[in-house]
């Protein structure tokens, strides 16, 4: 008997090793490759897995083992892409089975339809060739009708050197970016082999987009890829990435991990943008995965944003990255006007006797009220846009200016209710874990009327209503714009000027050319400015260009910007003053020097630990004993600290509560370390991810967006 051929296969489980088969070659068809696809038996049931490596010896009985069972009709995964698997396994500290099945599109992983799969393909295929769209030339702008500043853009961008780099494109909103990098991935594709990524951050971005994509290459295949697509149709798309049919791959987060054996060229749109960072499983940035991506490839890799995220501007400014700025509106529209409403000031506020006056307390002022009467006598849209999540709020004075600052930090107190510090409510800073009594009177004022920010949105629509009784309003809500669908028709909508007051999420600002939007509103800017995040500040500031760059995008040159309201009770803070001049770079410039003084990322780096409990009490004394074990172990250096546990900003979910320990250090392989470190610990009392004798459940997360 020939020698036995041993594969170790990884699952998507918590476990830190693969586990070993046979390949019995006869019986499979082919020899074993590293990339495979395959159905195992396991436990009592069988498993999709892959085969990551192929020797002659196990450290088991042979005789044990068990034999892989069938192989899926696929090429195997390509060796980058499997280095890129193994890098995110170990930075996210996440096993490589748990990172690398969920990237495999459900077709794939049903073993019992692998046999069918050939004719889902054949008919993808035919039904592809019967439905090539009348293509529109809808936001096509040739490379000789660039403008001069677009000419140099591309000029740059189209290096000899065709090795790595990371270049910045900085640029407003509607500065004609996308047309430059669309022009710069037309050169790149006149190779045609070439495959190029492109990533945008949100599904609703990619039907207008992928219509603008598809203008600009007739004759190559694109696929989309994101979680609003069918099973089948996003299992037909990768497998046309992986098989280098399809040349242009566009798509959200997830697509930053799909196979494309020949890759040439990556554009991160919206570099800065939030939803980059999955939040669920192996807690990845698609945006620094690319990166990392690029390098390992040998490739160029493009991050376009209007308000380019600290970490990237910074990187340009140092120049580890190259950058790449436009600075005028692409069609000679002027930038917005931004209006701050000094929401505290009486002569912006409603007199009971006022015509107008809404019924209830209302968000909106007398001042924004009239300015949007006077939209809509000028017939133009109106966008109002509100946040409604829920948070932990922080503690304002009605009086003065008093916030609920840290004392030790530069983050903000937010408000627990009752739970870990005993039945009262109290202050905590999620940073560095202070906890205070809640003060009684206003610290600065002596003032009694202490309330939290963030109150009231929830009328407005109601408000909205009886303000503007003929008014048509239209609510873009997150569920609707989940579809992709839902979010097409409600777009459509606005387009066709169907309605005259549009309120929605910041969602709905994102990625969308409207041409008759007058007047953008912004009311609860300050409830999220002022957060336990110290990322609250860069947020929302990019959110608020984002919304200035809707108004007055209409293409007629002497256009003016629009206006953009933004209702506070702090005007003279920073972000609004900078927006007011629209200085993007003066708010980096002034955020990084906040950041380097606070030691804050990116001046550091940060890992969380996450516990969920029964009660916030048990979690909190999970993490307290894990960051005892950390300072025994001498991980708690100068150069390394671990706060105190905190409750989390949404604290309850679904019958349990939550809690997280904030590690940071200066030095990212000391953090690499004492994240190692807790992985191994933890696992040591635990099944999967679940402590076996308190039941809690943890998760370890490398670069968190939000604290
Ligand atoms: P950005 O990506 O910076 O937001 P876009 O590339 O989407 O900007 O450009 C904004 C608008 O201007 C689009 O409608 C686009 O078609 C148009 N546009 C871009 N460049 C030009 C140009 N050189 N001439 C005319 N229109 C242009
Ligand atoms: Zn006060
Ligand atoms: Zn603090």
Not at 198 to 220: D, G, M, S, W
């Amino acid at each position: 008997m020939s020698n036995p051929i041993v594969v170790q296969i990884v699952l998507d489980k918590p476990l830190a090793q693969g586990f070993d088969y046979l390949w019995d070659e006869k019986k499979l068809g082919s020899l074993p490759k590293v990339g495979n696809v395959v159905e195992i038996p396991f436990a009592r049931s069988k498993a999709i897995g892959i085969v990551i490596k192929v020797s002659a010896h196990s450290d088991y009985d042979f005789n044990k083992l068990k034999d892989v069972e069938k192989i899926a009709p696929l090429p195997p995964l390509d060796p980058a892409l499997l280095r890129l698997m193994n890098f995110a396994s170990q930075y996210y500290i996440h096993s490589l089975g748990e990172t690398m099945l969920p990237t495999i599109p459900q077709m794939w992983k049903k073993a019992e339809s692998w046999e069918k799969i050939p004719k889902i393909l054949e008919d993808a295929k035919t039904k592809n060739q019967k439905n090539i769209k009348a293509l529109t030339s809808e936001g096509f702008v040739a490379k000789d009708q660039l403008n001069l500043e677009q000419k140099n853009a591309l000029e740059c961008l189209d290096h000899p050197n065709r090795g790595f780099r990371a270049i910045l494109l900085q640029g407003q909103t509607g500065s004609g970016k996308t047309a430059v990098f669309l022009n710069w991935l037309a050169e790149i594709l006149s190779d045609k082999n070439a495959q190029v990524l492109l990533l945008v951050p949100e599904i609703n971005l990619t039907p207008q987009l992928e219509r603008r994509v598809r203008a600009y290459f007739p004759e190559k295949k694109m696929v989309v890829l994101h979680s609003g697509i069918s099973e089948k149709k996003r299992g037909i798309a990768w497998y046309e990435a992986m098989t280098g049919e399809a040349q242009i791959i566009l798509g959200t987060r997830l697509a930053a991990l799909t196979p494309m054996p020949n890759l040439r060229a990556i554009v991160v749109d919206e570099e800065h943008d939030t939803s980059y960072k999955q939040q669920e499983g192996t807690r990845y940035s698609a945006r620094d995965l690319a990166i990392w991506r690029a390098h390992d490839q040998r490739i160029p890799i493009l991050l376009a944003s209007a308000t380019p995220s600290l970490e990237t501007w910074m990187a340009a400014k140092d120049g580890r990255y190259e950058s790449i700025r436009i600075d005028r509106r692409a069609q000679g529209a002027n930038l917005p006007k931004v209006h701050l409403i000094n929401a505290r000031d009486p002569q912006n506020q409603f007199s009971p006797g006022d015509e107008k006056a809404p019924k209830q307390k209302s968000l909106i002022t007398k001042t924004l009220a009239k300015a949007i009467t006077k939209n809509l006598e000028n017939k133009k849209q109106s966008l109002i846009l509100i946040n409604r999540r829920g948070f932990a709020p922080v503690l304002s004075c009605g009086s003065c200016s008093w916030l609920s600052k840290c004392t030790q930090c530069s983050t903000y107190m937010v408000m627990h209710k009752s739970g870990m510090f005993g039945k009262k409510a109290v202050l905590n800073c999620h940073h560095c874990g202070l906890v205070r009594p809640i003060p009684s009177f206003c610290p600065e004022c002596g003032d009694a009327d202490l309330k939290t920010l963030g109150h009231g949105t929830q009328k407005l629509e109601d408000a909205i209503e009886e303000m503007w009784p003929d008014a048509r309003v239209l609510r873009v809500d997150a569920d609707a714009s989940r579809k992709s669908k839902g979010a097409e028709e409600l777009f459509q909508k606005i387009h066709d000027g169907e309605v005259d007051i549009i309120v929605g999420t910041q969602m709905i600002a994102k990625g969308h050319d409207y041409q008759n939007i007058g007047l953008v509103a912004v009311l609860d800017a300050d409830s999220r400015l002022y957060s336990a995040d110290f990322r609250a500040a860069e947020k929302l500031f990019a959110q608020l260009v984002q919304v200035a760059g809707r108004a007055g995008r209409s293409g007629k040159e002497d256009q003016d910007g629009g206006d953009i309201y933004i209702e506070t009770q702090y005007p003279e803070a920073a972000v609004f003053q900078y927006l007011l001049r629209h200085d993007i770079d003066g708010f980096l410039a002034y955020t990084a020097n906040e950041r380097d003084e606070a030691k804050l990322p990116p001046f550091s780096y940060q890992g969380l630990v996450h516990a969920e409990a029964k009660s916030l009490e048990k979690a909190i004394e999970f993490l307290n004993a894990l960051k005892g074990r950390l300072k025994s172990q001498g991980f708690m250096t100068k150069e390394l600290k671990v706060y105190d546990p905190v409750p989390k900003a949404v604290m309850r979910v679904a019958g349990s509560e939550r809690a997280q320990l904030v590690i940071e250090s200066s030095n990212r392989k000391m953090l690499q370390e004492a994240l190692e470190f807790v992985d191994q610990d933890l696992r040591r009392d635990s099944q999967g991810r679940i402590s076996k004798t308190t039941r809690i459940r943890w998760l370890i997360e490398r670069d968190p967006i939000a604290i």
